[in-house]
């Protein structure tokens, strides 16, 4: 018989992390009977997570374990498919409303190691589609207790087939897989090269939102997928195009601005990109009952609410209330493909301002175009990058934007919520400490150096400020949204280099006071 409250005490003492008040007060001392442990909205971190997992795998009777909405990362996905493999019971998981774009693998590894899992609820886990299709099929096969059809597209194929990951078991042309070829997009995509043999990639970001959608139109309308479809941006079109520009006042520009910049699609654009886009936005106003979108019907706008509140429904059931800052029709910007709920205006009126895609498409296009072949030289170059694949260090350029600091001024501040991860790219920056509550001088940085990333690798405030130096210091900096997923191949170096470099002894110490 197993302690749960001991053994998770026991844990946190080898490990030197504070255990989690919350979770000591559900915790039995006896593993009888124990066959649920919900953590949700909990946040346990990384750290406090693996005594957790060391409690669940050791308590065999828990059929059903949630850690949904904690704040986790990608990581932590690993630790999970890492510590519970093999567990004799458990058969429902629930690591949903957590970042995890980087654990479709382990949550797969996880549900073909353990036959006895039926459920792993990764909704809202930017888990990537291809992954979270493999999931859904393996388990089935587990509760079906054999083989089961499996339906890809030639596109997903193609992506298993280039994979670093090893797709064991998913055999094309026997066991049930069948290739789905979509005869309209390979036209399209025949047109294109015949129309330019010079067209630009699609960025990877939007290739993944395309997949994602794909994924939810199949799970919508049955075996068949529907077309979703998108138009390939050609050089010459990229650099002729002009966004129309739309007069505004001053208040409306300033909150559009800071709101776009929000925004996942838009939080990678340099500033006059930025700048073009809210230039580019119309005025749009709604009355009650009417609708912003309709299901079942496609849109190529973005609208951002700036008045007013709207209702999104699925097949008349409320989903969620929307309100001033809230956007809606977000992928429409990226591809064509039918909605899948209706949003109606709720207040007796509603401001907003709307986006088109293709206006959008051309800005984004030039921008990557733009970044690669200002970047990709420089990035090439830095020491701490050297394992990323070209593809990767591209989709990095992609997410970079450069910003310039005057001496002195802060770039990252102690006791914040870190948004942002820098590479610097030109001059020295300055890390100044507390100890005592007193600042001190920590180290200095220089041109390759990367700052911000620890408090997004183990999810904290930052434990120091970031100083510009020397004259007018400029760093290429990282949305805290795009970090994870661009700069996973780069995490354990980036951990290891902080455990062993005496330059982050400073770093070690504030962690082992907190």
Partial sequence: MTNPK????D???????????????????????????????????LKGLVPVLDVVKACKEIRSFSVSDNQLTSPAAKEVGTRLTGHPTLTSLDISKNHLPLGGESMLELAKAN???????????????????????????NEKGTAVPLVITAEERKEM???????????????????????????????????????????????EARQAMMLRAMQAGGNRRKTVSSEVISKKD???????????????????????EEVHLFSHLEDFELKQAVGAMEA??????????????????LIIIREGTAEESKSGSTIRTLSPNDTLGETDLLYSAPHPCSVSVTSESLKGFRLDR??????????????????????????????????????????????????????????????????????????????????????????????????????????????????????????????????????????RVADTSEVF??????MKEN
């Fill in 11 to 45: 844990r946190c003492k080898e490990l030197e992390i504070k255990p989690n008040s919350a979770l000591l007060e559900l915790l039995p001392t006896s593993d009888v009977g124990m066959s649920k442990l919900d953590l949700s909205n909990n946040m346990v971190g």
């Fill in 238 to 260: 990229m650099t002729s195009f002009q966004a129309r520009f739309v007069p505004k006042d001053d208040a409306d520009t300033a909150w559009l601005t800071s709101t776009l």
């Fill in 161 to 207: 087939e280039t994979d670093e990951y090893d797709f064991g078991g998913f055999c094309f042309g026997g066991g049930g897989v069948q290739i789905e070829e979509d005869v309209q997009e390979e036209k399209e995509a025949d047109d294109d090269e015949n129309d330019d043999d010079n067209d630009s990639d699609i960025l990877d970001e939007e290739e």
């Fill in 284 to 301: 749009i106003n709604l009355s009650k009952g009417e609708l912003a979108l309709e299901e079942g019907e496609e849109s190529d706008r």
């Fill in 358 to 495: 293709n206006t959008y498409r051309h800005i984004v296009t030039k921008s990557s175009a733009d970044k690669r072949q200002r970047y990709m030289g420089f990035l090439e170059r830095i020491s701490f990058l050297k394992k990323m694949m070209p593809a990767e260090l591209m989709q990095l350029a992609d997410a970079l934007k450069s910003t310039t600091y005057k001496t002195g001024e802060t770039i990252i501040e102690h006791g914040s919520q870190g948004m942002w991860f820098h590479i610097i790219t030109e001059g020295t920056v300055e890390v100044i400490g507390r100890k005592n509550e007193e600042k001190v001088q920590v180290c200095t940085f220089t041109e390759g150096d990367c700052v911000g990333e620890l408090e997004f690798i183990n999810n904290h405030v930052c434990v120091a400020d970031v100083v510009a130096l020397s004259p007018g210091v400029r760093t290429a900096k990282m949305n805290r949204r795009h970090f994870e997923k661009v700069m996973g191949p780069c995490v354990d170096l980036l951990k």
């Fill in 505 to 510: 002894q400073y770093y070690r110490d504030t």
């Fill in 115 to 141: 036959q006895a899992l039926r459920e792993i609820n990764i909704a809202e886990t930017h888990i990537r589609p291809l992954f979270t299709k493999l999931i859904e099929y393996q388990l089935k096969k």
């Fill in 6 to 9: 001991q053994l998770y005490e």
